[in-house]
């Protein structure tokens, strides 16, 4: 792996871990790469953008930091399916959104077209669940198939309720439950679900509370990880999140910034999305961001780590392995303050 | 299951076979329309669509047949798993073509938009994958995500082959390989690679040579049930086949038909399929029947049908077991004579 080019949450994370974390995270990115190219043609063309857009690698990194150091290849499997669920679901998003960009380059449905990116999405789908057939136990497979079908019902939730302004922040944080916290909690149990896990292999029971505080852990940073991601949404800078200020709000998607805005600003309340554009969104960002909205998404972002960090006291885990955990969780805010 | 809704091949195999079989295809059903109103108003819409798109429920028998009586739950399980990537990969296939009916029906994309379609053959997929994850074997994963991969490939290969009309036969049946007959094979093999298996609790060895003849069984009556479409496609007739005659042509789809007929036709060869319109497809369809090229692919099917029921004969299966799908082997044929 080209450590210049992994982004700081993850890069600390490494540094801080012995050497099998690096060793491991190198395998699943060797993974990545013989799935990928094993395809020939057919992939090798949308290849180098649909692992790009994978990005920071922070929920293969969940799986084996959860599995442990004991967990060997099947948490690298384990690791390398979760991430491939992720690229899809990009790669099925970016098709949605006709978007031409991902991180600065060009996302599959801009440079092949969006046959070949619903294709290549189903191919990705699919490969994650063939990493699982090969020595997965049943129970990563349920892991795994329910937070795809979180997913799956995220994304119609989104469609359900775009452009509708008056959607309730409940409402909000159970689409963010499907969308975003259901594979970081997956991320957080599959890795120790396996037949290999270094926990599955001491007891014959599977250990509940573990199994709970891992779920929590990675429900509560899948939730923070969502909010800072719609701050800055709205804050940009474009040069840093690499697309405009506002882009949710053109795309009609109402996240909690503005649904927190409303109430302090009810001007906010009246705004027919349908009618933005591209300044008109800058505007509205500057209006939520003068409520003062954005400063508590990040005290409710702060306190779900808080929360998150807290499940794995009584864990029973590691404590270097929590201490590493630690280190993820801060990384979610350290990246966005 | 509304028997009268049901086309013969499958009516044919229900009525021989003791009453077994017809109960577990209602308990599919049953686990089918559960499955997609399970989840609310977030596919109730689409359901119908979804569900009717399905149609002949081939698969899911070929699954429950294969498993034999003696297989429980599980078998059903399975044979909705394959239903379901079958359902998501249709869904998914009328958002690449933007078809407004499958069986005289509107398609979820017709109905419902393209966004609503790719997230709900995204659900469906994920579904499948669920259904094996509640107790499923580490096999049948294997073989549900392998023929998912080929699947995924398969389309992959005919948006690249798309409007070449030089195209070789091998390539073609590769192609067809892919996209209809790994599913089918799997159909064949899953329902006894399961833990329930009837001949899987028999012996602790998997029975090699009775899956291989499952899965030949498969592959041929895959590739006689693809051959059969293709044909149709040139002959239809529109009231029978719910399509207009050269839909393929129209899509850039160049099948066996065509090109068995280039090689009695050579103007056949020249023609440039982007340029065709409906009135020129259906006169490209009457110059393929004119070479005599349909017989020859029907007499391949035909072929291909003998050898998928040879197959079996020393395969070890019982023999009411293999009397019912040899029906089903001929029921493919059948349908299209």
Redesign the interface.
């Known amino acids: 792996m080209n450590r210049t080019a992994v982004p700081p949450p993850v890069t600390m994370v490494l540094d801080a871990a012995d050497a099998w974390l690096p060793m491991r995270m190198e395998a699943v990115e060797e993974r990545l790469r013989l799935l990928v190219e094993g395809?020939g043609?057919?992939?090798a063309a949308d290849a180098g953008a649909t692992l790009a857009a994978g990005g920071k690698r922070l929920r293969p990194m969940l799986v084996l930091l959860c599995a442990g150091p004991g967990a060997g290849e099947p948490a690298v499997r384990a690791a390398a399916a979760i991430e491939l669920v992720h690229m899809a679901t990009l790669v099925?998003d970016d098709?949605?959104d006709a978007a031409p960009l991902r991180r600065g380059r060009p996302t599959v449905v801009a440079q092949s077209g969006?046959?070949?990116a619903?294709?290549?999405?189903?191919?990705l789908?699919?490969?994650?669940?063939?990493e699982?057939?090969?020595?997965?136990?049943?129970?990563q497979?349920?892991?795994?198939?329910?937070a795809?079908?979180a997913?799956?019902?995220g994304?119609?939730?989104q469609?359900?309720d775009a452009f509708d302004i008056s959607i309730s922040a409940e409402r909000y944080l159970d689409r963010c439950g499907l969308k975003t916290a259901r594979l970081f909690e997956c991320a957080c149990q599959i890795g120790r679900a396996g037949k290999g896990g270094e926990l599955a292999a001491n007891s014959a029971e599977p250990d509940l509370s573990l199994e709970r505080a891992l779920q929590t852990f990675g429900r509560e940073i899948g939730l923070a990880f969502q909010l800072l991601d719609d701050v800055l949404d709205v804050t940009g800078p474009p040069e840093r999140t690499g697309k405009a200020r506002g882009t949710d709000l053109l795309d009609g998607t109402v996240t909690l910034p503005l649904i927190l805005a409303r109430e302090e600003d009810s001007s906010l309340a009246k705004i027919d999305l349908r009618e933005l554009d591209a300044d008109g969104a800058v505007d509205v960002c500057d209006r939520v961001a003068a409520t003062g909205a954005l400063e508590r998404v990040r005290v409710d972002a702060r306190g779900r780590v808080e929360t998150a960090k807290h499940a794995l006291v009584t864990s029973g885990l590691r404590p270097e392995q929590r201490q590493l955990l630690d280190l993820v969780a801060d990384g979610v805010v350290e990246r966005y303050s």
């Open positions: 395809h043609d057919d992939l099925h098709v949605l969006r046959d070949r619903l294709a290549v999405g189903d191919l789908f699919s490969r994650a669940f063939a699982l057939g090969h020595d997965g136990s049943e129970r497979v349920e892991l795994l198939s329910g795809s079908v997913l799956a019902l994304e119609l939730a469609r359900r």
